[in-house]
């Protein structure tokens, strides 16, 4: 069972130190251009929104992982009004923070 709230607070630190992406189109496109280390998605998102991401991810051999969260809850986290299917992490260092927490 991972601490969803201690990754929530991870992506949160991320965004304040400017190493995030947000949004699926952002985060594909980011995918493509290789900036991305980790995309986290929101597993209770739109399966289409879901579904664009882990492929993308699959194609451009990027980790994808989901956590079982709203798409409100993904944007609160990283301080947007509005949901937030998905984030790309552009540091290698958070990416594997946000890893050992999610897999623990």
Do not use: Q, W
Not at 28 to 47: I, N
Not at 56 to 73: Q, W
């Amino acid at each position: 069972m991972i601490d969803t709230k201690k990754a929530l607070s991870m992506i949160g630190l991320c965004k304040k130190a400017g190493r995030l992406v947000s949004g699926v189109p952002i985060v594909c496109d980011a995918m493509r251009d290789g900036k991305v280390y980790l995309t986290v998605y929101a597993a209770k998102a739109a399966e289409n929104s879901v579904k664009r991401v882990t492929d993308k991810a699959k194609s451009y051999e990027t980790e994808a992982i989901g956590i079982d969260v709203l798409p409100e809850e993904l944007g609160h986290a990283i301080g947007k009004t509005g949901a937030v299917a998905a984030i790309g992490i552009s540091d290698a260092g958070f990416a594997a923070a946000i890893k050992k927490i999610i897999s623990e």
